[in-house]
């Protein structure tokens, strides 16, 4: 009732107020939306509704309250909106059925507006919340929690789809394919989301340009994250954690031009960062900790700046494919680094040489990686440090530093 109070507070003038429940006038909450005027405001009371498909298309703020549960049936999805300005706050929607044909969600945003998607539970989806040739929309403080299959049969908890200046913001994504999708997605933000136990990427970005994604974690997914074909990205402040697989990564690069990874931490992934084709890069002040790999950087990819980086105890630091290298690596702490300091200056005095010969062993015979800990891949490792005649001679670090660099 307080809750109730408050909200009638905030409605705008001349806008009226409907209330939906079971022994109502309205029982139905698109018997409502059907009676309401643009801008009017209609309150859910807690209770369950079986209906769905339930179209707004009009400008309205429905808002639950205590959390309304709402289960569309198998055949439809939760709310469809078609009209510009529409807030859905405070609802539950429950088992949207899966289908091969259609993208069914809980909620659908097409070809509008400066709609509010936040505080909606979303249980047992297809997909949660879908927008389509969308702009100017925020989803913030939802909780998504899917159960997944494969990955034919699960769909995401956020899907972007060719939409611009979209907000999403502290949301929580479970148990998808992917917990956050962005394709032909532009000038958007991705901000402070908790992304864990998706089947493929805990965000996924395809063709998309000028975005950002700050302040997230991306925990247990089959892949962090996936930044593919899009240019200028701006990656910060993320954590990439235990993204563990046979060919799994915290963050993963496929032709990108023109991006920022900065202030990340990427920790016990199978590889921290797998780059292909992905040029014009600056990495620095990242932390690789406890990674198999830390950083799998392909031969196709150039004028990247790997710098001010902490790589401590990972098994791999640099893996490439390639005897050359087009990238600069400078001023990096490397916990592998045995080298000196006698000026004191904080720097080492020997060039550090972070691709390891038995990278490229394990990299062509995964099964020898048995041989970790052997005196003889230890010695193998030494003279290819000395004299490298396998591992790229020119991808070195000549400044690396010898303490732990804090930003």
Known sequence: MVLSCLLLISVAAGADTLSVSPDSRFSSIQDAVNHARSGDVIFVQHATYHEGNI?????????????????????????????????????????VARSYLKDRAGIRINDCRHCLIENNRLIRTFFGIYLKNARGCIIRDNEIEGVPGDEASTGNAIHLWYSKDITVERNTARGHRDGIYLEFVENSHVENNFSENNI???????????????????????????????????????????????????????????????????????????????????????????NGWALKILGSCS????????????????????KTSMNTFT?????????????????????????????????????????????????????????????????????????????
Do not use: C
Request: overall charge negative; cysteine-free.
């Open 200 to 290: 493929r990427y805990g965000l996924h970005f395809m063709f998309s340009n000028n975005d950002d994604y700050r302040y997230n974690t991306f925990r247990k997914n089959g892949a962090g994250v996936a930044v593919m074909y899009s240019r200028n990205i701006i990656m910060e402040n993320n954590v990439f954690e235990q993204n563990r697989g046979s060919s799994s990564y915290g963050l993963l690069l496929k032709d990108i031009l023109d991006g920022q990874i900065r202030f990340n931490h990427f920790i016990e992934n199978t590889i921290g960062i797998y780059a292909d084709g992905s040029n014009r890069i600056l990495y620095e002040f990242n932390e690789f900790r406890e």
């Open 303 to 322: 004028d990247n700046t790997i710098t001010q980086n902490n790589f401590t105890g990972n098994t791999f630091d640099v893996m490439t494919n390639s």
């Open 331 to 407: 001023g990096n702490y490397w916990s592998h680094y045995s080298g000196y300091d006698l000026d004191r200056d904080g720097v080492g005095d020997v060039p550090y040489r972070p691709v390891r010969l038995f990278s490229y062993i394990v990299g062509n015979v995964p099964s020898s990686i048995l041989l970790l800990r052997s005196f003889f891949v230890e010695l193998l490792n030494y003279a290819e440090q000395i004299t490298p005649a396998v591992t790229p001679a020119f991808l070195e670090d000549r400044s690396p530093r010898m303490k732990i660099i804090k930003p």
């Open 55 to 95: 179209l707004i298309d009009k400008k309205l703020n429905l808002t639950g309250i205590e959390y309304p549960e709402i289960y569309p049936g198998d055949t439809a999805e939760g709310f469809v909106v078609i009209a510009d300005s529409v807030v859905i706050r405070g609802f539950q929607i429950s088992d």
